[in-house]
């Protein structure tokens, strides 16, 4: 992957508790090869590679309702060690502050009732695909 990286190409790449994650621009480009929606779930360092390359991406921040809420979900699921929980609400935290920068997110859905949130998305993405679908008509 690190030569991958050297490259150019991943459109975004970090390493996260001594692992490294990263979205390579063939595997967006195969999807949108088949006309496709790439949906991505990246960390904030990502969102900030991405603004800076020529994608013009819809940018969709989906929160829990608060960082307590979200330990005690991570806490309910009893897969984590208390070292790896910690590091993810540390990172959580930071990203919700970051969030809240003025236009970095198109929307912000707060994940409070599962269905509801998924209602958001989905009004979300069709609103999208309309604008799209209206100006690849008029083009």
């Known amino acids: 992957m690190q030569t991958g990286i050297e490259n150019g ?9 001594g692992n490294m994650y990263g979205t390579s621009k063939a595997a967006v480009q195969d999807v949108q090869a088949k006309n496709l929606i790439c ?3 990246i960390d904030m360092q990502g969102v900030r590679s991405i603004k800076r390359t020529d994608l013009n991406p819809i940018y ?9 809420v979200l330990e005690h979900r991570l806490r309910d699921r009893k897969t ?5 929980l910690q590091k993810r609400l540390h990172a959580a935290k930071v990203d919700m502050e970051i969030s809240k920068e003025q236009g970095l997110f198109d ?3 707060v994940n409070d009732d599962l269905e509801e949130a998924h209602g958001q998305l989905k009004a979300f993405l069709l609103e999208e695909i309309q ?7 008029s083009s």
């Open 107 to 109: 929307t912000v859905i």
């Open 9 to 17: 190409d991943f459109i975004e790449h970090t390493e996260f508790s």
């Open 60 to 68: 969709i921040s989906i929160q829990p309702p608060s960082r307590e």
């Open 80 to 84: 984590e060690s208390e070292e790896s």
């Open 39 to 41: 949906i991505l779930d």
């Open 131 to 137: 604008k799209v679908k209206k100006t690849n008509m």
